[in-house]
């Protein structure tokens, strides 16, 4: 077997090899051949819009046999050829002698997208739904479905005038608004108040809100970016899980009573979410969920991350950190994040870099050590000046005050006195020892 964190620690120790085969007057030009390695059957050949994909059995740290994975090559004349890299691994227990022969296939060219949005926060969702339309123009179809939780015609209108830009008769782009019912309808039980499980409630029953004939979605969070074109994750093979996403930074152990999970498990961030809606009704997941909520009489830590998570355990694939870069990537250095956090099967260094240098979702979530809201003044996260070149596309382009109290500031201006490795050890205690123990006693 070869898993991708396997694959790209090997490729690491191999630069010298990837150098010298590059020089190597005998190197192949107008017929393909991989950086390192051995290139056997090709496989899964298809064309779509005027590229030519090629994937190919791929076993790339020896020219002999060897764990067999796939490469992934593009051409528009079968001349001029570029490297995707390695797209299949042999990842799973029936891989165990490698990734062999198999097809492709092209999905229906059609991307189903779920947000969820207040009057207040429809602005910051235009950003992340013009940068979704601005690198995804060639799908031939895109439906966003917003649940509408008490936005204007005004504001829908506005949205709408941004979202007919890119919208023809060879690429539809569809607006489809879904009424926000009560937290106590959806899920069936009695509580104290609207938001008592969160504001985002409704990510929980997508199986309930969308048409029964969507099979698969992408959720995510308004204040997200997203900065290249989905197809790629789109399509990706979900192996029967349920759930994909990106692995939040988070000590399980820690917080058990609260997840009631184990210290193996993936708990993704949901700012973004592929969800299998097929599966995810076929395992009855929203009942399971609605079930918990009774059995903790509403109270759950994380609202709907924990009890999707939790609900989806064991069916949850954990995909590269590209697709959910948050703020956390940026705040604190990766030494420092791990001595906080103290996360077990977390991503590399070199993985959260190539997240943070080359991004497929930004999620600019809130952090204590970082203003890292970019429709606010003084925005100090590193990615500001990109969502800012989103933000002058949509019809509202003002920016926001900060609106923090002088308590706030100074806190802020107290936090960064401090030498950030001795920050992270202050924060470790209260985030792993203290905060588990009042939540759970709260609950």
């Known amino acids: 077997m070869m898993t991708k ?68 090559y593009t051409s ?12 299949i691994f042999a990842d799973q227990p029936f891989d165990c002698h490698g990734a062999y022969s198999g097809s492709t296939i092209v999905h229906n060219g059609k991307m189903n997208i779920f947000y969820f ?28 479905y917003i649940v509408d939780d008490g ?52 990510r929980m029953c997508i199986g309930t809100l969308l048409p029964d004939n969507i099979e698969r979605v992408i959720c995510l969070d308004s204040d997200t970016l997203i900065c290249s074109d989905l197809e790629e994750l789109w399509n990706t093979d979900m192996a029967g899980n349920i759930l994909a996403g990106v692995a939040d930074c988070m000590n399980i152990k820690k917080y058990k009573r609260q997840f009631d999970m184990d210290d193996d498990d993936i708990y993704c961030n949901a700012g973004f979410y592929l969800v299998d809606l097929k599966k995810w009704r076929q395992e009855n997941i929203e009942e399971k969920i609605i ?67 080359n991004p497929v979702i930004i999620h600019y979530t809130r952090n204590f050590y970082m203003l890292s809201r970019p429709w606010v003044e003084g925005c100090d996260h590193p990615m500001t000046a990109k969502y800012l070149e989103y933000k002058e596309l949509t019809p509202w382009k003002e920016m926001h005050k900060d609106t923090r109290s002088n308590i706030m500031k100074l806190k802020y201006k107290v936090y960064h006195m401090l030498p950030q490795s001795v920050l992270s050890y202050i924060v470790c205690f209260l985030y792993n020892e203290v905060r588990p123990r009042m939540l759970w006693k709260n609950e």
């Open 5 to 72: 964190e396997d694959y790209l620690n090997e490729y690491k120790t191999h630069k010298s090899m990837r150098d010298n085969v590059k020089r190597d007057d005998y190197r192949l030009q107008y017929h393909l051949m991989p950086p390192t390695g051995f290139l056997n059957d090709p496989n899964g050949l298809f064309q779509k819009d005027g590229v030519y994909h090629i994937y190919f059995q791929y076993t790339p740290f020896t020219a002999g046999w060897g764990t067999k994975l796939w490469g992934h």
């Open 76 to 87: 528009k004349d079968f001349i001029n050829y570029k490297n995707n890299g390695t797209e």
């Open 117 to 144: 949005s207040s009057d207040l926060f429809i602005e910051v969702l235009a950003v992340s739904l013009v940068s979704l339309l601005e690198n995804n123009k060639n799908c031939k179809e895109i439906n966003v």
């Open 151 to 202: 936005i204007t015609k005004e504001k829908k209108n506005k949205l709408q005038g941004m979202v007919d830009k890119y919208s023809s008769t060879e690429n539809i782009r569809k607006i489809i608004y879904l009424d926000a019912p009560s937290p106590n309808d959806l899920l069936k039980f009695n509580f104290k108040t609207r938001y008592q499980i969160g504001h985002s409630y409704f």
């Open 291 to 357: 079930n918990r909520i009774f059995k903790q009489n509403g109270n759950v830590f994380f609202f709907e991350q924990t009890l999707m998570n939790w609900s989806c355990r064991g069916k949850i694939l954990k995909l590269s950190p590209n697709y959910n870069a948050y703020t956390l990537f940026w705040a604190f250095e990766y030494d420092n994040l791990l001595r906080w956090r103290k996360p077990k099967n977390f991503y590399t260094y070199e993985q959260v870099q190539q997240a943070k240098n």
